[in-house]
């Protein structure tokens, strides 16, 4: 009697629970590019493009009226500008302008679900971090305690890692770290001198057995003409600080390449290098070379292994160009001049369901809290189980679990929101959407 009622509750739990996997890859719908203008032109105002890899087209489809651009986020389906004086949203799928707040000084953002969380320098003086709702840019917060200019900002675990170079001439560099679930401000790690002209952060997350090992990685660049850089890599389980200067002239960051032990991509000396996230060592000093004109920005694709940079003279021209991962132009697009932000925008191809597989892969509780788990009825080999989160980063990996039929997964480390989870096997990737409470 006991056997028949488990499996009834088994079978019923299953019906109930069973979702169609997707056959879903992750594509680059659209690059937008956001071009300055003219410095010396004040009715040069700062215009919206974008550019589609399928047919190598660019139109334009906004125009903010101020003098320059400083950062581009694509998140969900929107984008957010900060430009000079303003952040500014737009639907990128209709390219119409859904929201806009005056915010002079605005310097880098950064989207979550709910919130924009924006940076801010020169010419402000105080309030260097400011919090917005997504939906409409109201504003929710100003965190007053963070000490100087900011820069980039990256958000791991709700809290927000915010770069704090200072104004010009500083000779330190910190951190600044903000709650999101309250919006308030936590503490600044101060970075000494290693720290100065902090610009960029990533979160690197290095995968080990399974386990996720989480990583603030920060671009120091080198004075104006230097010789010499900084990265760092914080662990942010462990509370430790790696340092390691490096001989080039070293500018913005480029991106994260998660694969074969991670790279970080940046500007050096004048083209884009690479920087081992294993070691900190450079391990190429010219992956992309060096050109006639600066580099105003430059974006790196992870799905095409492609990279995106434009250059500009900042008042007569400018440039776009796509290069492979080893340095090859593959082609050219329309950026105007200044085009000193790029946003990618990948999407998922299709919510279509898997028609071929074979395979019955239950994926439960679904909203979950504590923990996700995958369950494999025919025993087939898993290669991986990967979750990313709407950016493409990911957050969770197992691998080979050699024919487990119940692979468990914890998620309660993570942020609430959607979550992709792929299970590769030998003939087939199936995804599934998974919501984290």
Known sequence: ????????????????LVQPALAQEVKVKQVIVASGGNFSD???????????????????????YTQSVQSAVVYDHFLYVAAQDSIVAYDIDSYQRVAAVAAAGVNRLAVTDEKVIASFWYPDTADFVRIYKRDDLSQLAVISEVSDE??????????????????????TGKVAVINLDNNSFVLEMDLGEAGARINDLYLYQEIYKGDINPYLISVNKSEWGGTTGYVMKYNLSENSLETKMLNVNLGKGVGIEYE?????????????????????????????????????AAAFDRVNKQFYVTVTDFYSQGAGYI??????????????????????????TSDVAEQVSSHNFVVYPNPAQEMVNVLNHDRVEIQEIVM?????????????????????????????????????????????KVIVK
Request: hydrophobic share 45%; charged share 15%.
């Open 150 to 171: 900011a820069a980039g900002i990256v958000v791991f675990q709700n809290m927000a890692y915010v770069a704090v170079p200072g104004g010009y001439g500083a000779t």
């Open 388 to 432: 990313t989160d709407l950016a493409g980063r990911i957050v969770k990996k197992v691998l080979n679990t050699q024919g487990v039929m119940r692979i468990s997964i914890p998620v309660d480390d993570l942020n609430g929101g959607l979550y992709l989870l792929s299970v590769k096997t030998n003939s087939l990737v199936s995804t599934y």
């Open 323 to 348: 290069f492979n991962e080893s340095g090859d132009q593959l082609g050219a697009f329309e950026a105007g001049i200044s085009a000193e932000a790029l946003a990618i925008d990948y999407r998922n």
């Open 260 to 296: 074969n032990g991670g790279k970080l991509y940046a500007v050096i000396n004048g083209g884009i290098g690479a920087i081992s996230l294993q070691d900190l060592e450079v391990a190429d000093t010219v992956v992309v070379q060096p050109m006639e004109m600066s580099i105003a």
């Open 1 to 16: 009697m006991m056997k028949k009622f488990y499996f009834f509750w088994m079978a019923l739990f299953a019906a109930y």
């Open 42 to 64: 004040p009715d040069d105002y700062v215009t919206l493009g974008t550019y589609n890899p399928e047919d190598s087209t660019t139109t334009q489809f906004g125009t903010i």
